[in-house]
């Protein structure tokens, strides 16, 4: 009854090589996040999608991209990873229409850069 | 801009209490919340508050607000070692936004 499903678990890229990680959800949330997570720092938002409006932060490279192409999934492509990239990626739901805003996170993809 | 600050470490005997604590910036923050993450997890929520309350209880967890000074405490009473984790004080900056603060590892010495 897995709710924010992330795959791969583990991914290894070149440096320079596309890479895509995906997220899906069964909870009909309008809402999905993208987080990056180094070692030791809060979780850092990328982006995240607002029913079918993607909203950027502003410190977020051009390198990372997303696509929402339906409520359920919601994928991170990083066009070109540098050795920076590699983190731990965290997927995360949340409803607007629920009163505490509370976020429902994937279990991540830990992304190597060699 | 928002910004959330909580110390790194906490180390608690196990049995005792650990209080964690976490100081934010935005008085306007409606809720304030309490994740927790476990080795080579995603961040799962323990608790929130309401900004119109001042403490609130759940079992063994307790929240303190204080919005005063803007300071956030949570409580643990009779830590066990499964309470073992990164602990993130985080605080709501938009309708679908919140922000985290750097976390606390907490570790039970027996």
């Known amino acids: 009854d897995a709710m924010v499903i992330q795959n791969p678990r583990y991914q290894v890229t070149q440096f320079g090589k596309p890479v895509t990680l995906s997220c899906s959800q069964t909870l009909n949330h309008n809402v999905m996040y993208w987080y990056q997570q180094k070692s030791s720092q809060a979780p850092k938002l990328l982006f995240h999608?607002?029913?079918?409006?993607?909203?950027n932060e502003a410190d977020t490279p051009d390198n990372f991209q997303s696509r929402r192409p339906n409520t359920s999934f919601c994928f991170l492509d990083i066009r070109s990873p540098g050795l920076g990239d590699a983190a731990m990626y965290l997927c995360a739901t949340s409803s607007t229409s629920g009163s505490d805003n509370e976020q429902f996170f994937g279990p991540g993809t830990r992304l190597t850069v060699l | 801009g928002e910004d959330v600050e909580q110390s790194l470490f906490l180390s608690v005997r196990e049995g005792d209490s650990s209080v964690i604590n976490c100081t934010y910036t935005d008085s306007s923050s409606t809720y304030l919340y309490w994740y927790k993450q476990e080795p080579g997890a995603g961040l799962q929520l323990l608790t929130y508050i309401f900004s119109n309350m001042d403490m609130k209880q759940d079992q063994r967890l307790t929240v303190l607000l204080n919005k005063k000074d803007k300071h956030l405490s949570l409580r643990i009473a009779d830590t066990q070692t499964g309470d073992s984790a990164i602990y993130f004080c985080a605080e709501i900056a938009s309708a679908s936004k919140i922000i985290f603060g750097s976390g606390t590892r907490l570790s039970i010495r027996p």
């Open positions: 999608y607002y029913d079918k409006d993607f909203n």
